[in-house]
C-alpha cells in the first residue's frame, strides 16, 4: 500500500516529530503562553544589539513575510518594544523589556527539559548521533543518498 510507503519517508516521519516536540512544548509552556518560535525570538533579540525585524528572522532562520506576527504577539504580551533605530530613523529596531528578561530567565530550563523529554527514548550515544545527523541534513555540507534505498 502507497500509504505503508509514505508513513517511512523521512519527510512524514520529521512532520511526525515536529508534531511530537511541539505537543510536549505547548504542554510544558502553557502556562507561560509562549511558542516555540516566539520563545527563540525573544532570546534572540535579547542577545542581539538591536535587531530589526529582517536581522531577526535571519537569526532564528524564519521566514520574513510572518516573523511580523511574532514580533506583534510579544509586544502585545509586553516582552519586547520597538525603538527607532538611533542610526537610522527609518527603522525599528527591537528591545526586550524587563517582562521579556524575566520571562527568558524563567523559561529557559523548561525548554531545555521539553529537549530532553523529547529525546528521552535514545541513549546518549544516539542521542549526540541524531543530533549530528540532523545537524548535517539541514546544513547540507555533505550529499546526501542517491536513492531512498541508500538511507
Do not use: W
Amino acid at each position: 500500500m502507497r500509504i505503508n510507503r509514505l508513513k517511512t519517508l523521512p519527510g512524514h516521519l520529521l512532520r511526525r516529530a515536529q508534531q511530537s516536540i511541539t505537543g510536549i512544548f505547548a504542554e510544558r509552556m502553557a502556562e507561560y503562553e509562549l511558542t516555540a518560535v516566539q520563545f527563540i525570538a525573544l532570546v534572540a533579540i535579547d542577545e542581539g544589539n538591536s535587531l530589526d525585524a529582517t536581522r531577526l528572522a535571519e537569526s532564528i532562520c524564519f521566514d520574513r513575510a510572518t516573523i511580523g506576527g511574532v514580533i506583534e504577539r510579544l509586544e502585545r504580551k509586553g516582552l519586547i518594544e520597538r525603538r527607532r533605530s538611533p542610526l537610522d530613523q527609518r527603522i525599528k529596531v527591537l528591545a526586550t523589556t524587563p517582562a521579556g528578561r524575566a520571562m527568558i530567565t524563567v523559561c529557559f530550563d523548561h525548554v531545555e527539559e521539553v529537549q530532553k523529554e523529547f529525546l528521552a527514548p535514545l541513549d546518549e550515544e544516539e542521542q549526540a548521533q541524531f543530533m549530528r545527523l540532523l545537524a548535517r541534513l539541514i546544513d547540507g555540507r555533505e550529499a546526501l543518498p542517491e536513492t531512498p534505498e541508500e538511507i
